[in-house]
């Protein structure tokens, strides 16, 4: 089994700035790709980013492009979603989800807390 832990979650104030991190452990899988899902209270949960582990493509939600950047360790299955110019409605609990197929993501993290005040 495929475990995902997510960390970098916090509270910071609007204009600011979180770096979340994603690391797979268990047992060895071919990463497709990895990506950045959120849920805000009451909302469904949104695609934010994602990226294609071979040649490092890049998809981004239009709410979080420009602000956000979604990047990989190739030397670990680890995947990292730099957040700037942080505004209140990006508060949700963030997801890492990956894939070993181009199917759809077969796994996911427990997810992290990000709030950002006005």
């Known amino acids: 089994q495929v475990q995902l832990v997510e960390s970098g979650g916090g509270l910071v104030q609007a204009g600011g700035s979180l770096r979340l991190s994603c690391a797979a452990s268990?047992?060895?899988?071919?990463?497709?790709?990895m990506g950045w899902f959120r849920q805000a209270p009451g909302k469904e949960r949104e695609f934010v980013a994602t990226i294609r582990w071979s040649g490092g493509d890049t998809i981004y939600a239009d709410s979080v492009k420009g602000r956000f950047i979604i990047f990989r360790d190739s030397d670990k299955i680890a995947v990292y979603l730099q957040m700037n110019s942080l505004k209140p409605e990006d508060t949700a609990v963030y997801c890492c989800?990956?894939?070993?197929?181009?199917?759809?993501?077969?796994?996911w993290g427990q997810g992290t807390q990000v709030s950002v005040s006005s």
């Open positions: 989800a990956a894939k070993d197929t181009s199917l759809g993501w077969n796994y």
């Open positions: 268990g047992r060895t899988f071919s990463s497709y790709g």
